[in-house]
């Protein structure tokens, strides 16, 4: 009897954590406890009990809690941490009680006031203004509900609900004002200045505490089925690693070619129509176009204002002649040119893949590959007609080489890594860190001695003096460093803070507003930096080469500066996590070892999952088959089209674009200096360049259409665009 009553409770409480697990990350709705789900729940986890007992009694599986395996109970653990995030759950919030909630708002020193109320959120969702209680006088509006309160006659606004962890009021009231505040059995009193700005009021009701041990309660009772399950999962792969001993070690070794080619679709499937406004892109096309045609390099439709930073009057030349043979071939068809930036990325994941095999496991480099691969902002980048892509692969196969020749293997000579770096440099000025990074790497490791070493420096040298001599102006960036200041060390700074902790943003576990998995992150990339200081080599000053460039150039280019070293970053992150993990294990309070692995493992899964629901979530708010702005939008060919059918060849037009209005519509452009504080500046302007018309973009600049509104008469209007006849102003 005793033995069944054993038995009874074991399968008892699998079945209850089946229900959770059901329950909470698949059926529970959002706001509210619902018994027919909850139900069902139990129908199902109570169906799914009985058949593994019926599987346990005929001996098809002989797992039970007994049996089940220390690595079974941290797969079921780190099961439950993975799903419980992505899922998100469990959202606890549904079992707390309704409070009753009050606000009473009172002038302080006038008779009478009338303010908004903006916003409400009790921590879940904003509230519907329709489910207060008002009273009579209250009037809702867009903006929010219009209240008014005198002496001794407070606004009472009332809401019966759930709160998690907090009620967000914000309120708007140029009348200083008196909140006394009731939430369930808690008071408070807030005084709230008067003023034009928005007033934001905190007022808690569960501590994270308590949050946190509720989630870490539902988790663990949900682990315990999945370790169950887990169990069977090892069990299953024991049998097939006895039957088929080679097979599973072939398929852990293609892990790395899988995620190569899942991120290969990924960006074929998600490649965007049209093109962002920053017009650097045209200017490589021009430039294409014009080796093409025979044209000169640096004839690319613009004239260059002085007082306009555009960037230098020639690009270098690599990219332009990538898209040579595709111009010829396809004339100016971008989504074919977007081609080169798709094919240099997953070329260059391929070198960082190869870079990466005496370095870690197929396992963890395939998530290497998928963390760098996947994250939005270089995505973002594969489908721009930019040289930074082909910079990346370039650069990755510089480094790959020169670590193989620095390392004596064989199959790379020194003349290949000076063509490598040379490549470089024709694609990206800042090639030229690749080269100071390998020289400083050769001299403390005493190879530039070596015969070889000068074609590793000579090349790229000779390479960039013919450059500077076939076009003196390439890569020419020296006007943009006008007006540096040690304000620009610190903005940059600040940015670069932001950079870090924004790369692994996650919204769902955050204290505050500190992100958990941007805390992993940092801390993993510091211990990844910390553990290679004895082994720095050309990457680690690449890297610190490219670092110290963010921190100083003036002009803040957001992730491109990032692009070439953000491999390097999500390697450093794996990196520290690794050696972190040989090291904890030397303190080894248990013989096996399991509890370090799986507490690594644990730390591991937590990171990636957070950072990949962090990805998910931005790919839910952008459009991922065309641009949100850009060239392509309706209004944006509406404009071109205007100016190619309206305007006359020698016709010179004034727009803060030029290089793509020359490219798109045939006609000569330049950038106009405009300042509000300075309209005359821009009046300047378009007499000294003698403009025909002056093309304003709407939603940069309102306050220039303001103003030629004013002063020009006006031919054309979309909703971005207006287009003005200034040649009245030529002389």
């Known amino acids: 009897m005793r033995k069944y009553l054993v038995q009874a409770g074991h399968f008892g409480l699998l079945w209850l954590s089946l229900l959770v697990n059901l329950y909470f990350l698949i059926f529970q709705p959002r706001s509210a406890i619902s018994l027919r789900r909850l139900g069902l729940s139990a129908g199902i986890a109570l169906g799914l009990v009985v ?26 653990m780190i099961l439950a941490v993975v799903l419980f995030i992505i899922a998100p759950a469990p959202t606890l919030h549904s079992l707390i009680a309704p409070v009753e909630v009050r606000l009473n708002f009172e002038p302080l020193d006038s008779q009478e006031a009338t303010f908004q109320l903006v916003w409400l959120n009790n921590g879940l969702a904003d509230l519907s203004f329709n489910d207060l209680e008002l009273p009579p006088t209250a009037q809702i509006t867009p903006g929010g509900v219009s209240l008014t309160a005198g002496q001794g006659q407070p606004a009472e606004v009332r809401w019966h609900g759930r709160i998690w962890q907090e009620l967000l009021v914000t309120v708007q009231s140029r009348t200083p004002l008196r909140l006394s505040a009731q939430v369930g059995s808690q008071s408070r009193e807030i005084l709230l200045e008067g003023g034009a700005n928005e007033k934001g009021i905190h007022l808690p009701y569960l501590s994270f505490g308590l949050y946190a041990a509720g989630y870490v309660l539902v988790m663990a009772l949900g682990s315990l089925s999945l370790a169950w399950l887990a169990q069977i999962s090892l069990n299953g792969v024991a049998w097939f690693i006895r039957r088929y001993p080679d097979t599973l070690g072939r398929l852990i070794c293609h892990l790395p070619l899988a995620s190569l080619v899942g991120v290969g679709l990924f960006y074929l499937l998600t490649l965007r129509s049209g093109h962002p406004w920053g017009d ?8 294409a176009r014009n080796l093409a045609q025979g044209q000169p390099y640096t004839a690319i439709g613009i004239m260059h204002n002085p007082a306009v930073v555009l960037g230098p009057s020639a690009y270098p030349p690599l990219l332009p002649l990538l898209l040579v043979p595709l111009y010829a071939v396809f004339d100016l068809n971008l989504t074919i040119f977007k081609l080169v930036g798709v094919a240099c990325g997953l070329g260059s994941l391929a070198l960082f893949n190869e870079w990466l095999k005496d370095r870690f496991p197929p396992p963890l480099r395939a998530l290497a590959i998928l963390l760098a691969g996947l994250h939005p902002w270089f995505w973002d980048y594969k489908d721009q007609i930019l040289s930074d892509m082909p910079f990346v692969l370039l650069g990755m196969l510089s480094l790959l080489w020169w670590e193989r020749w620095r390392d004596s293997k064989a199959g790379v000579k020194g003349w290949m890594v000076g063509l490598a770096i040379a490549a470089a440099i024709t694609a990206r000025s800042v090639g030229f860190l690749l080269l100071a990074a390998v020289l400083v790497d050769a001299i403390l490791h005493r190879r530039w001695q070596t015969r070889d070493f000068w074609f590793v420096i000579g090349i790229p040298l000779l390479v960039a003096m013919m450059l500077n001599l076939v076009l003196p102006s390439t890569g020419d960036y020296l006007d943009q460093t006008r007006g540096w200041n040690w304000s620009i060390l610190q903005e940059n700074i600040n940015s670069m803070i932001s950079f870090f902790q924004g790369m692994w943003r996650n919204d769902m576990l955050r204290i505050g507003e500190v992100s958990l998995i941007s805390m992993i992150g940092i801390a993993l990339l510091i211990l990844g930096l910390v553990f290679r200081l004895p082994y720095l080599g050309a990457v680690e000053w690449f890297v610190l080469g490219n670092l110290a460039m963010i921190a100083v150039w003036p002009y803040n280019q957001g992730f491109r500066f990032y692009l070439p070293i953000s491999f390097f970053v999500f390697y450093y992150v794996l990196y520290g996590w690794q050696q972190g993990s040989i090291f904890f294990s030397k303190f080894n309070p248990i013989p096996s070892g399991m509890v370090q692995k799986g507490i690594s493992f644990l730390a591991l899964a937590i990171f990636t999952v957070g950072v990949l629901q962090g990805y998910l979530s931005d790919y839910r708010r952008i ?56 309209p005359q500046r821009l009046l300047e302007d378009l007499k000294t360049f003698r403009a025909d018309y002056l093309v304003v973009w709407k939603p940069d600049y309102a306050d220039l259409a303001g103003f030629a509104r004013n002063q020009f008469p006006l031919l054309f209007e979309n909703d971005d665009f207006e287009i003005y006849s200034s040649s009245s102003l030529r002389p």
């Open 51 to 76: 058949l593994l007992w019926l599987l346990r009694e005929r001996g098809m599986t002989a797992t039970g809690w007994r049996a089940i395996s220390t690595k079974g109970w941290w797969m079921g």
């Open 280 to 287: 650097d892109f045209a200017q490589y096309i021009a430039h």
């Open 623 to 678: 459009p991922l088959k065309e641009f949100d702005n850009g060239i392509g939008l309706p209004a944006s060919q509406q404009m071109f089209e205007y100016v190619r059918e309206e305007t006359r060849p020698p016709d010179v037009i004034a727009f803060f674009k030029p290089r793509a209005l020359a490219l798109f519509t045939g006609r000569n452009a330049f950038a106009p200096y405009w300042n509000p504080q300075q």
